[in-house]
């Protein structure tokens, strides 16, 4: 597994987290989503999502729940809980300050020098 790989992991939970805050979302509607708003840069299948779902769920930071749709189907929706809300922000601090910190030794003063 390269290092791509783990950075990408390591930011799925605090994605899917930002998601959840927006709107209740099922597992398939989070992976295109997420495929959609990261251009393409984080492509996971639904499988390789619901450990992670799991475990926020066992943390008690999101919340999941059935509603139907059509005549036979149902769907599990997940809801990010005020515990997760705050938990969200937290990672969301962490995260950007370890970015800000690696762009600086990385020699990258601001974002119009990401962009070259």
Same mark, same amino acid.
């Given at each position: 597994?390269?290092?791509?790989?783990?950075?990408?992991?390591?930011?799925?939970?605090?994605?899917?987290?930002?998601?959840?805050?927006?709107?209740?979302?099922?597992?398939?509607?989070?992976? #295109?989503?997420? @495929?959609?708003?990261?251009? /393409? #840069?984080?492509i996971i299948k639904e499988g390789s999502m619901y450990p992670t779902l799991y475990r926020l769920l066992g943390k008690g930071?999101?919340?999941?729940?059935?509603?139907?749709? /059509? @005549?036979?189907?149902?769907?599990?929706?997940?809801?990010?809980?005020?515990?997760?809300?705050?938990?969200?922000?937290?990672?969301?601090?962490?995260?950007?300050?370890?970015?800000?910190?690696?762009?600086?030794?990385? /020699?990258?003063?601001?974002?119009?020098?990401?962009?070259?």
């Amino acid at each position: 597994m390269g290092i791509s790989d783990n950075l990408k992991r390591g930011t799925i939970e605090l994605m899917l987290l930002t998601m959840l805050k927006e709107e209740d979302m099922y597992g398939y509607q989070l992976t #295109q989503t997420l @495929a959609e708003r990261s251009g /393409g #840069q984080f492509i996971i299948k639904e499988g390789s999502m619901y450990p992670t779902l799991y475990r926020l769920l066992g943390k008690g930071l999101i919340s999941d729940y059935q509603k139907k749709v /059509g @005549a036979r189907r149902t769907r599990v929706y997940y809801h990010l809980e005020p515990e997760g809300d705050a938990y969200l922000g937290e990672i969301r601090k962490e995260y950007i300050s370890l970015n800000q910190g690696v762009l600086r030794v990385l /020699g990258y003063n601001g974002l119009e020098e990401l962009a070259k």
